[in-house]
């Protein structure tokens, strides 16, 4: 029998990256409730309207979608044509709204679902096909509309359905990547991948998703230290895709007790995207909530090196709204990121 | 700016893989009508019952599922703990039996969405990661349940609702791949990979799906031939996974009129996984018919050496529901994997 290397494992769920494949340009479009929030000008394009003056919700996260897929294109003075993949997913059902996209790139396409952990699910494919030598530019998008999510999980908005103080408010709007050969002044480098193994705490209650993923986002970042031998110091941030206040605090509570304090340079996205008085009980939520504030707020931060070594930690609920009907519990699953420049 | 090399890009579309990973196990488990049909003595085991002694429909896929990953980790004599990912997707919303299944492996996972083309989807990007050095074993899994489907998709089973001519019949059943080194004995190693493109031919009728999906069938085809430099007769045989009788014949046309005629050496698993009398219309659709046809019919053929190089094409239909309702058409895709032992 032949035998074969394993080069990159490290650990049981981590491989390590030679840095040589980067966020080269990202884009980002957000809806009007997160254009009025705190992170408002860093978006590359609010819309005012929540239909983007299309016909239908899925139709507007569609539209949000495409333009931050040729926003970063754009960016990175690139056409589609240069790119060998598109890599997307959204929440959902069928990922119409990536596949929709993909059709108009007309690009050789990998529809993944990881639910709110999309970005970094398809980050790290990318990253480890272009490491692997299966690529040079691919391009990563993702999107999540409140109404076309909370119809599809939960109800339609205009029920006007009462929301319990732990419940979260699916972001609107749409994030891309550019990744490419790593390079200076070419953005952020992918130097570990930590994919996530699916964590199921037992619980049903799906407007509370923070909770559900916070079990799964500290297995991985868990994972993430032993298996590279690292410490929350060897980051200055980091940063969960979309646990709100109340999962936030459960990681950290999660973290402490396997004996990593993690307090002092953990953020979450679902927290900074809007301000108190904009009701969104325990903050953001959906695949557009790390997009968002990550691409549009912390990646420039990275490009003035103002953060130099940022773990990214997208977290998803896994669950359908069949499963919940059906009273089974909800599984969750966080992918991890290290980014360095 | 550092200059970077894609080793393996042949073409636009096309990987050329270093054959040294290999199909090393697979599995597959049907469901009642599909053990009455032309292919039943192949599989490893036919469930007598659409339930499964199970309380739903989806319980049943769930149970088909896990059991095709454990016989396909059993028949490698390797475990759970071997593998270094999970790759898997379904029809389901969310592709909730694909999660539940992660949950059970407790294994890195990674989830895709590619409806009927999951299995080569889940088999491109595994043979990427082995080959890019990320992993060693890699399980693919993928299912998919009449009754789940149908009543997903169209209507409830126990309608009785009446199925025009052209209309395929969702195969129930599940098949799982150990993907691993390859070697002597170790089954077909995966030499070239397509990854296809979003292929809409502008229909809009959802029981029509062989006629929808049989253009980027052809597209993907004609793509990997170009992007090679091949033939059809490079291969024994060319399996398309459930265009069923009629996309059968259109992706033949579209093929002959760009020049390349496969019939002669041109299968599709969605003919061949049931008796006329069984009365399916068009034929099986669905992720599990490619897996249960492949995996149970022709992979013992290419161990045996009967046939030697084969390229399977897996197709989908990446519509939703909701997308149908609102009156948009639909996506198709597929990805082809030249197979050689």
Known sequence: MQTYTV???AGRQSVLL???VALISVATVAGPKEGA???????????????????SFEKAELQMLEEACYLALGKAGLSPEDMDYYIGGDLLNQI????????????????????CSTLSQGLALGAMLIQGGFARYILVGTSSHNCTAERQYRYPTEYGFQRPAYAQWTVTGAGAVVLGPAGEGRGPAIEAITVGKVVDAGLKDPLALGTA????????????FQDLKRQPNDYQLILSGDLGGVGKKLNEDLLAAKGFDIAPLYGDCGVLMYYPHQKVNSGGSGCACIALAFLGY?????LTQELRKVLLVATGALHSPTSYMQQES???????????I
Chains 1, 2 share one sequence.
């Open 7 to 9: 080069h990159r494992k």
């Open 18 to 20: 030679e840095k040589n």
């Open 37 to 55: 929030g705190p992170l408002s000008q860093f978006f590359d394009r609010c819309c005012t309207d929540i239909f983007c003056q299309e016909e």
């Open 96 to 115: 119409i709204t990536s596949n929709f996209c993909a059709r108009s790139l007309a690009l050789p396409y990998l529809g993944i679902f990881g639910a």
């Open 213 to 224: 993923m916070a079990p799964a986002a500290a297995d991985t970042i868990y994972h993430h």
């Open 298 to 302: 912390f990646y420039p931060k990275m």
């Open 330 to 340: 909800i599984p969750a699953i966080a992918h991890a990121l290290a980014l360095e």
